[in-house]
């Protein structure tokens, strides 16, 4: 991953003061990632073995509205025209129109992206919470049942598809107990209740303070964001296993012991503060998996999110969708690099 | 032992949440009907444009037409709607339309003549995908004031030379026959685009429902329209909820979520067997399982080739086997229920008949490419060929793509054969004859990239101009006949083995009455539905 905030310049070549130069550096790097993604999934777009404009006519078309079509879009001018267009275009905010909705991408994506921001979020949550003491508890009593179990919900997260395992929930949870909603974001009752803000529904209803819709909204959420939960957990939890067994074989450990520390306060005051900026990075880049990887979720779960829209735009040559939704992703990256290298600077001192 | 490790994981994780009963609504509500589909190919809800199968069943219950098809009684052809009554000229070219009074839009306008003489030009001048539906009967944008007139109540429509009058009514039931609002529609122009733009997303029609709202891959809901001159609807609300995967469409109808399930695979309908309070609808739908031959490769186009294949197809093993009550054989371009449909299937799997054919024809060794679309049922059917043509030798490679893919090559001729599926477009047997079994111009600069006969390079060798005749046959018993001949010339010489036509199979809440899927002929009807 690109360290976008670290300053790799010794010597001064602007006269600016040193935190004006590294927002700039920054910033700059921003620009020429965001730039080179968007040249190269449009390039992607374009010598990608689908027809966009048979997309748009439909196979019943006739020439002559083929041709109508592939002017409208443009396609008629030079490639690297095109991508000008494009470029220009988004820097005005403007993705274009979606083949598949007939609306504004960014429309679009405003709608979907936060339903996947949603999810992933309680998601990450429950992985958090969940995968670090465990993670901690599995390193403390290395080779213990403990240790044992941690290892199999570990490998089960790792090995199961989650396809399966979301149908699986679905059937347990939902199908034979009844404990949760079903797919989709809310129940049928609640369709078009209520009023959209942010877009989140849990926050929508809150807002409207409508606790029957909050109910339900979370009675919805609440199994696919443990599966996601559960999937980021498999990871934080090994990572923070690996990471905590490494300081507890520490030299200052021992000597701390030895001083006659008690355990916990080794454990969470000593080794555990020496992993915080590790597992920033490790929950980091789970929630961005989770942010842009969690198509199967959204199929399983009706849930209409960001990464089955970039998917199915892409089955579709849809390239405005994906494009648009591939910029977001590549933002949302971006922002949490740049938020977990601020969360290095305020816990590791070395840092600063 | 792995499953119930994973049963145990999740169970645990789920008590490690403290996940505790959340109470979800056991049945819809009474004057609500839910139905689980996949609408992702929902791409605009403009009558002029739209194309797509959920989106014709949308449109279907939002807007009037000058003639429609009665849900509860869908063989008794199309009947009086917008237009109370009509009139066909003498020289069979002018049918006019008296309108039915007194029936107004959603928006409260009335629907007048103008109205409907305006959905039909609107048609001819945006000139999208389905346009030739309507202007197969010469109306042109230079045309259209002339052919297209309206005096008081009545609208008159003149044909460019006389036509079957049940072929032009038929077309009228179609999508594209949607009677729109004019002044709520011209209110919302933008740029010329006679309200284009502004339709994809609203509605302004004078059916039993209106579009609430249409939110991509995710719902669309109706309401009832209380002002419908066939009296207001019992479901007030009708929600479709996209639910991609078939399981999980189950699941929601087997805990009461939903009243109708309608992608439920095979094994997810036999599943549903014994559920109390589910039963299954079963529809013959219009859509067609064929394979075609490309008549530009030099071995496909020997007669006895093309027959060979068509006696290396196992149609009985794969109806019997995985697309059991799913497909069911049939082997003519027009399907069950059409005006002229037979049930003539001559065809079975015999490879020593195809041997013989294949000596006859001097043809050895034979490798051929087929083009098909990354779905269950069709790379399923492309293996059993796979299978049964290397019985006589023949090797059959399979190029596997997304439906847009295969697609292009297969508009471009570039297939050595194609399997796929073919749906009618409107409810009128001139539909399919037309794109099988017509072909006026075979050379590659005719670019009839829309005409089924010419993407195989097939010169109909007669069956053009027997299709040509057919169409404007005015006698409807003759007409059926003419059909009858040129299918059993089509059986016979064409290179396409037409195999199977669908059997949609909805799951359904037993107290959902009175629901139509619309069968071969037109789209599905929600304001009948009693629950």
């Known amino acids: 991953m690109a360290n976008f905030a670290t300053e790799t310049e010794r010597r001064p070549w602007l006269p600016l003061p040193p935190w004006a130069r590294g927002t700039l550096v920054t910033l700059s790097s921003i620009a020429v990632t965001m730039l080179g993604l968007l040249f190269v999934t449009f390039l992607i777009g374009r010598v990608m073995p689908i027809d966009p404009v048979l997309a748009i006519v439909g196979e019943r078309a006739t020439e002559e509205q083929y ?73 403390v009593r290395r080779g213990s049942w403990i240790d044992q179990i941690a290892r199999v919900i570990a490998l089960v997260g790792y090995s199961m598809p989650i396809f399966w395992l979301g149908l699986m929930g679905l059937l347990l949870f939902y199908g034979i107990l009844g404990w949760v909603g079903g797919p989709g974001r809310q129940g049928i009752f609640y369709e078009d209740m209520i009023p959209s803000v942010t877009g989140m529904i849990l926050l929508d209803s809150l807002i409207a303070g409508d606790w029957g819709a909050f109910r339900d909204a979370f009675s919805h959420i609440v199994l696919p964001a443990a599966l996601l939960g559960y999937y980021s957990l498999a990871y934080i939890s090994r990572m923070t296993r690996s990471f905590m067994l490494e300081q507890l074989s520490a030299e200052y450990v021992t000597t701390a012991r030895v001083k006659g520390m008690s355990e916990w306060a080794v454990v969470w005051t000593h080794a555990f503060r020496n992993i915080r900026v590790q597992l920033i990075t490790v929950i980091a880049l789970s929630y961005a998996n989770l942010l842009e990887g969690s198509v199967l979720t959204e199929i ?37 690099n740049i938020f977990s290298d601020l969360l290095y600077k305020v816990f590791d001192p070395r840092s600063k | 032992m792995k499953t119930i490790q994973t049963l145990l994981g999740t169970a645990a994780l789920g008590l490690a949440i403290g996940l505790t009963p959340i109470a979800t609504m056991a049945e819809t509500p009474a004057n609500m009907l839910v139905i689980a589909n996949r609408i992702d190919d929902i791409t605009t809800l403009d009558p002029a444009q739209s194309f797509e199968f959920a989106g ?26 917008l237009a109370e009554s009509w009139t066909v000229s003498e020289d069979g070219r ?14 409260g306008n009335p629907v007048r003549a103008e109205d409907a003489a305006f959905s039909l030009k609107r048609a001819v001048l945006l000139n999208k995908t389905p346009s030739f539906i309507i202007t197969q009967f010469g109306f042109t944008p230079e045309n259209a004031d002339d052919t297209i007139k309206v005096d008081g109540n009545t609208l008159s429509i003149t044909t460019d030379k006389r036509y079957a009058t049940s072929f032009v009514l038929n077309c009228l039931t179609a999508t594209i026959g949607a009677i729109v609002d004019k002044e709520l529609v011209m209110a ?121 294949l068509k006696y290396l197809i196992d149609y009985d093993g794969m109806e019997n086997s995985f697309l059991k009550n799913w497909y069911v054989g049939h082997q003519n371009f027009l399907p069950k229920t059409y005006l002229g449909a037979v049930d ?8 020593e008949k195809a041997k013989a054919l294949l000596a006859e024809a001097g043809v ?91 993407r195989n390079g097939w010169d109909t060798g007669g069956l053009t101009e027997k299709v040509a005749a057919a169409v404007v046959e005015g006698d409807t018993e003759k007409r059926a006949e003419m059909y009858h001949e040129i299918q059993a010339q089509f059986r016979d010489t064409a290179p396409f083995a037409v195999m199977f036509q669908l059997i949609e199979q909805a799951g359904m809440a037993d107290n959902v009455e ?14 009948d539905v009693t629950k």
Not at chain 1, 302 to 330: F, K, Q, R
Not at chain 2, 218 to 233: I, K, M, Q, R, W
Not at chain 2, 244 to 249: I, V
């Open chain 1, 300 to 336: 399983i779960f009706s849930w209409p999110g960001i990464g089955s829209y970039i998917t199915t735009a892409l089955l579709s040559a849809d390239m405005n969708a994906v494009l648009g939704g591939t910029v977001v992703v590549g933002l949302v990256f971006i922002c949490l």
């Open chain 2, 188 to 308: 919302n122009e933008v740029d010329g685009d006679m309200g284009n733009k502004w339709l994809t997303t609203n509605s302004a029609g004078s059916g039993p429902y209106s579009l609430a709202s249409w939110k991509p891959k995710e719902s669309v809901t109706l309401s009832a329209n209380p002002s419908y001159y066939g009296g207001e609807a019992a479901m007030k609300r009708v929600i479709v909820r996209h639910v991609q995967e078939s399981a999980t469409q189950r699941l929601m109808l087997e805990r009461g979520d939903i009243d109708v399930a309608r992608d439920l695979t095979p094994s997810d309908v036999d599943g549903l067997a014994g559920v109390d309070g589910v039963e299954v609808l079963r529809e013959m739908r219009g859509r067609l399982m064929y394979v075609s031959f490309n008549q530009k490769h030099p071995e496909l186009s020997k007669p006895q080739v093309r027959q060979a």
């Open chain 1, 67 to 139: 041709n109508a079509a592939y002017r409208e879009l443009g396609l008629d001018r030079s490639l690297a025209v095109q991508f000008f267009y494009y470029v220009t275009d988004v820097l005005r905010g403007d993705f274009g129109t979606s083949l598949l909705t007939a609306r504004d991408v960014s429309t679009d994506i405003a709608r979907v992206f936060p339903a996947t921001f949603e999810l992933a979020t309680i998601g990450i949550f429950f992985g958090c919470i969940l995968g670090v003491p465990l993670g901690v508890i599995a390193a």
């Open chain 2, 94 to 107: 002018t049918i006019t339309f008296t309108m039915r009074e007194g029936v107004t839009f959603q928006s």
């Open chain 2, 344 to 351: 003539e299937n001559p065809f079975s799997f015999d490879v």
């Open chain 2, 364 to 454: 050895e060794n034979l490798e051929l490419t087929v083009g098909v679309r990354e779905a269950q049922e069709r790379l399923e059917i492309a293996q059993s060929l796979q299978n049964t043509f290397a019985q006589a030798g023949i090797t059959l490679n399979l190029e596997v793509g997304t439906g847009k893919q295969i697609l292009g090559k297969y508009r471009a001729r570039e297939l050595d054969i194609y399997l796929g599926a073919w749906g009618p477009d409107y409810p009128d047997p001139h539909t399919n004859a037309g794109t099988f079994a017509y072909n006026p111009d075979n050379s590659d600069e005719a670019n009839a990239t829309g005409l089924l006969a010419w």
């Open chain 2, 56 to 81: 014709a069943d949308v449109i279907r219950n939002i807007y009037g037409k000058l003639v429609n098809f009665d849900p509860s009684d869908l063989d008794a052809g199309y009947q009086p709607d």
């Open chain 2, 514 to 527: 009175g629901l139509s899927l619309g069968g071969a002929i037109t789209s599905a009807a929600y304001w």
